[in-house]
C-alpha cells in the first residue's frame, strides 16, 4: 500500500499569513494528489485534484503543487474560515488512501 | 444539488452485522463510481470500500477485506455497504462519497454525504 505522509501535522498560523502543508507518497504516484479541507464536525472538502486544479468554487488564495513522491499545498494569506484539518489522498493505486492530517489553528 | 444521505448506523455488539445505505440524488447515479470514507473518533480518514458505475469493478481496505461487501441498485439510486463481522476498531463516522464523471474508479471524492454513526461495543 501507498503510505502518505503528511508534515506538519499541526501549525498555528495568523490571519493573513501564508501557509504550506507538503505530503509525501512512499511510491510514484505522478499527480495523483488531492487535498481536502475538513470543518469540526462537518465532511471533508474537495479543495485541490490531480495536484494542482482547483476545485470549483474554492478560493484562488488556495494552491497545489507537485509530483511523483512530493506535494505541498498552500494558502496564500490565511483567512479566518480556513482554520480547519487538511488531508492529502493519492488514488493512483489501490486501496485508495489518506494522509494523516493537518490541523491548522489559530496563533 | 448532488445529495448523498447516509443511514443505517448504530450501536451492534462485536461479531454482529449491520448494513449501511446512501441515498443518492441530483445526478445520474449510474455515471458515477461511489465510495464508502471512514473516520474513527478524532481520527483520520480511512477510504474503505469503492465501487464503479456497473458494479464490474470494486475494492476494499485490507482492513476489511472478507468482512464488508459493497453493492449499489442503480435502479434505485442507492449504495450499500454490508457490514460483517464487526470489531471495536470499526467504529466510525461512515461518509458515502462521489468520485468525479471519469471512466476510471480510482477516484478523488466530489461529494460527501454527511456520513452515518457505526458503534461496535459490548
Known amino acids: 500500500d501507498i503510505q502518505m505522509t503528511q508534515s506538519p501535522s499541526s501549525l498555528s498560523a495568523s490571519v493573513g499569513d501564508r501557509v504550506t502543508i507538503t505530503c509525501q507518497a512512499t511510491?510514484?504516484?505522478?499527480?495523483?494528489l488531492n487535498w481536502y479541507q475538513q470543518k469540526q464536525g462537518k465532511a471533508p472538502k474537495l479543495l485541490i485534484y490531480e495536484a494542482s486544479n482547483l476545485e470549483l468554487g474554492v478560493p484562488s488564495r488556495f494552491s497545489g503543487g507537485g509530483s511523483g513522491t512530493h506535494f505541498t499545498l498552500t494558502i496564500n494569506s490565511l483567512q479566518p474560515e480556513d482554520f480547519a484539518t487538511y488531508y492529502c489522498?493519492?488514488?493512483?493505486?489501490?486501496?485508495?488512501?489518506f494522509g494523516g492530517g493537518t490541523k491548522v489553528d489559530i496563533k | 444539488e448532488v445529495q448523498l444521505v447516509e443511514s443505517g448506523g448504530g450501536l451492534v455488539q462485536p461479531g454482529r452485522s449491520l448494513r449501511l445505505s446512501c441515498a443518492a440524488s441530483g445526478f445520474t447515479f449510474d455515471d458515477y463510481a461511489m465510495h464508502w470514507v471512514r473516520q474513527a473518533p478524532g481520527k483520520g480518514l480511512e477510504w474503505v470500500s469503492g465501487?464503479?458505475?456497473?458494479?464490474?469493478?470494486?475494492d476494499y481496505a485490507d482492513s476489511v477485506k472478507g468482512r464488508f461487501t459493497i453493492a449499489r441498485d442503480n435502479t434505485r439510486n442507492f449504495l450499500y455497504l454490508q457490514m460483517n463481522s464487526l470489531r471495536p476498531e470499526d467504529t466510525a463516522l461512515y461518509y458515502c462519497?462521489?468520485?468525479?464523471?471519469?471512466?476510471?474508479?480510482?477516484?478523488?471524492?466530489?461529494?460527501w454525504g454527511q456520513g452515518t454513526l457505526v458503534t461496535v461495543s459490548s
Open positions: 511510491q510514484d504516484i505522478r499527480i495523483y
Open positions: 465501487i464503479n458505475w456497473n458494479s464490474g469493478s470494486f
Open positions: 462519497a462521489r468520485g468525479p464523471l471519469s471512466t476510471g474508479w480510482f477516484q478523488y471524492f466530489q461529494h
Open positions: 489522498q493519492q488514488n493512483e493505486h489501490l486501496p485508495l488512501t
